[in-house]
């Protein structure tokens, strides 16, 4: 089966600094990539998502990521990150067809002042 | 909408109980997950279906049971409650076949003493 690997599990940045976080998978064939984000008690929000075509991907609230075949690789970024972005990032994986859908073990973003 | 719904939002059971755990969405999306969160460990896929009367493990599958009878409604099941089921729960309903976003209901914590 499919897997995720995201390398930090804290990242501190301070309010205005660039952000990226690293997601690395390993799934055999074309996989559908997904970032998502939780606020404290919260659920899951979809940021973004990569099914086919280009590489570069737009998401909501600024975000955007690069899928790198070469690297298995869909890391997320954004330019100037907000106080209002610190929260848990997910990472996922999953293939057409199929609803076994792989995450990662989540990000944590603090944002300094 | 409600989009995803699931009850309880909160529960605590003993040892050996057993309880089912609701999830419902008014989107007539073909797929549905369930996931349990853990610190540290992300989310993992405990039970999945790719339509009514089809369902599928995940990574996480024991001491849990799933059916899925109509497209709304995907019940989880806990047989016999151990201290180790305690997490929060999330069902998630997803468009199926080349759309994969998770649409994630509020969660359920739930508390084995």
């Keep these: ?113 | 909408n409600a989009g995803v719904t699931q009850t309880p939002k909160f529960q605590v059971l003993k040892t050996g109980q057993s309880m089912t755990l609701q999830c419902a969405q008014d989107m007539n999306h073909e797929y549905m997950s369930w996931y349990r969160q853990d610190p540290g460990m992300g989310l993992r896929l405990i039970h999945y279906s790719v339509g009514a009367g089809i369902t599928d493990q995940g990574e996480v599958p024991n001491g849990y049971n799933v059916s899925r009878s109509t497209t709304e409604d995907f019940p989880l099941r806990l047989l016999s409650a151990a201290p180790s089921q305690t997490s929060v729960y999330f069902c998630a309903s997803s468009p199926g076949l080349a759309d994969l976003r998770q649409y994630f209901g509020p969660g359920t914590r739930l508390t084995v003493t």
């Design chain 1, 1 to 113: 089966a499919q897997s995720v690997t995201q390398p930090d599990i804290h990242i501190t940045v301070s309010e205005g600094a660039s952000l990226e976080l690293r997601c690395n998978y390993s799934y055999g064939a074309t996989p559908y990539l997904f970032w998502y984000v939780q606020s404290p008690g919260q659920g899951l929000q979809l940021l973004l998502k990569y099914f086919s075509g280009d590489t570069l991907v737009q998401g909501i609230k600024g975000f955007e990521a690069e899928f790198k075949r070469s690297q298995s690789s869909f890391n997320l970024r954004k330019p100037s990150v907000h106080w209002s972005d610190a929260a848990e990032y997910f990472c996922a994986v999953g293939a057409r067809g199929n609803n076994d859908m792989r995450f990662g073990a989540g990000t944590r973003l603090t944002v300094k002042p």
